[in-house]
């Protein structure tokens, strides 16, 4: 039935269009109210009892890039599925073919933003939670990754995608124009003397060129490390999505490369085909063969100039010899900094007893514990530094 074109969508319809913005938001598509005005004014012009057209009319004012459409069609199909309110739009007209298809990884993310309690309880109830907000922030921020419920998990990976991501530039030999540079551009300045009859009135100048430092990421994925793996992905992922030189490699019983399977946009399609690529996932530990793979194979071709790497582990190794610490001090020398970090430092009196953990101990720049938001931060906080904050704190114990 159609809508009358002279006054806008108003009570139900109107109700149904703002939630649906609010839950594409909370899914990661950015919905803003003018997006939300536009689809209001766009409803009444068309046949808002064909699913069909609300579908696209909606598609087309809410969906700006295309790694977010199917995000949509999977918000739309859930949404308007569940709103008993709107009958009407729920005929037997199908969606178009990309919405009938089996929903991507990305749509558990939809789920979660329907299911969320905001979009169902009482204003009282959402002024009470905004109340809690920064004391339930600070509290989050030293809870452990493994003793969070999925809700919490959820908020954290939504942090961590919101960081300020590290930004430590390495100064390079080559040189850029720079006003305020050492080095006198000769050429640049001869030729602006042509202007003036061969006097040089414009010194021109140039000084060097600062690059992001390359990162490489070794993240151990074995049974031990699984209650950690998903969030270091999400943190792996949003650092890969800032920077252009990242590399990571998973480890367990063998190495994976999955740097480009996280160069997709999305961080659940992005998660999934990292898991569809790792034919080791939560098993044993071979620590020593994994980084023998990696100096063999990869070594020169992701740790040159001046390259940071990130051993993510918790050093159980299952069958740790000299040979461990060989590859080690191989990766070590290979590379400007290694970083290891550890789950294992969340406990206050951790002592390196662990034969693996003593052989990898002596070949690394700092020992850091990666087992919260805030240690995470002070990761971030050391890798935009460009020299070492500190050198391990922990000694191999007698």
Not at 223 to 234: A, D, I, K
Not at 287 to 299: D, E, P, Q, R, Y
Request: hydrophobic residues 45%; aromatic residues 6%; positive net charge.
């Amino acid at each position: 039935m159609p809508i009358d074109h002279l006054n806008p969508p108003t009570g139900l319809i109107a109700d149904n269009v703002v939630g649906f913005a609010r839950a594409l938001r909370a899914a990661g598509i950015p919905v803003g109210p003018g997006a939300v005005i536009d689809a209001l004014n766009a409803l009444r012009v068309i046949d808002i009892g064909n699913r069909a057209d609300v579908f696209t009319t909606l598609e087309s004012i809410f969906v700006k890039r295309h790694e977010h459409a199917l995000i949509f069609a999977q918000a739309f199909d859930l949404f308007f599925r569940v709103a008993e309110d709107w009958k009407h739009m729920l005929d037997s007209i199908p969606l178009p073919e990309h919405a009938k298809k089996k929903p991507r990884p990305a749509s558990r993310r939809v789920q979660e933003a329907l299911s969320q309690p905001s979009m169902t309880e009482a204003p009282q109830a959402q002024e009470k939670e905004l109340r809690l907000a920064v004391s339930d922030k600070e509290v989050l921020q030293k809870k452990d990754f493994a003793q969070m419920s999925a809700a919490e998990i959820a908020q954290v990976t939504r942090a961590i995608a919101q960081m300020k991501l590290p930004q430590a530039e390495l100064r390079t030999r080559r040189y850029k124009p720079d006003p305020h540079g050492l080095r006198l551009d000769l050429r640049r300045t001869l030729r602006g003397s042509l202007r003036t009859g061969g006097d040089i009135v414009d010194i021109r100048r140039l000084g060097l060129i600062d690059k992001p430092a390359p990162i490489v990421a070794l993240l151990d994925i074995s049974g031990s490390m699984s209650e950690y793996t998903r969030l270091f992905l999400h943190f792996l992922h949003a650092i890969t999505d800032a920077r252009k030189r990242v590399s990571v490699f998973l480890f367990g019983t063998r190495l994976t490369n999955v740097t480009r399977a996280l160069r997709a946009r999305d961080p659940d399609e992005a998660l999934a085909s990292c898991s569809s690529c790792v034919e080791d996932w939560a098993g044993g530990t071979r620590i020593a063969t994994s980084l023998h793979s990696f100096n063999k194979l990869w070594g020169r071709r992701v740790l040159g100039q001046g390259a940071i790497v990130l051993l993510i582990s918790d050093g159980l190794e299952r069958e740790a010899d000299a040979r461990l610490a060989f590859e080690m001090d191989r990766l070590h020398r290979s590379c400007r900094r290694l970083i290891w970090l550890n789950p294992l430092l969340r406990f206050g009196g951790f002592e390196a007893k662990a034969l693996g953990i003593k052989m990898m101990l002596p070949h690394v720049d700092e020992f850091r514990p990666v087992h919260n938001l805030s240690s995470i931060e002070g990761l971030i906080e050391a890798l935009s530094s460009p020299t070492p904050h500190h050198r391990s704190l922990i000694r191999p114990a007698a």
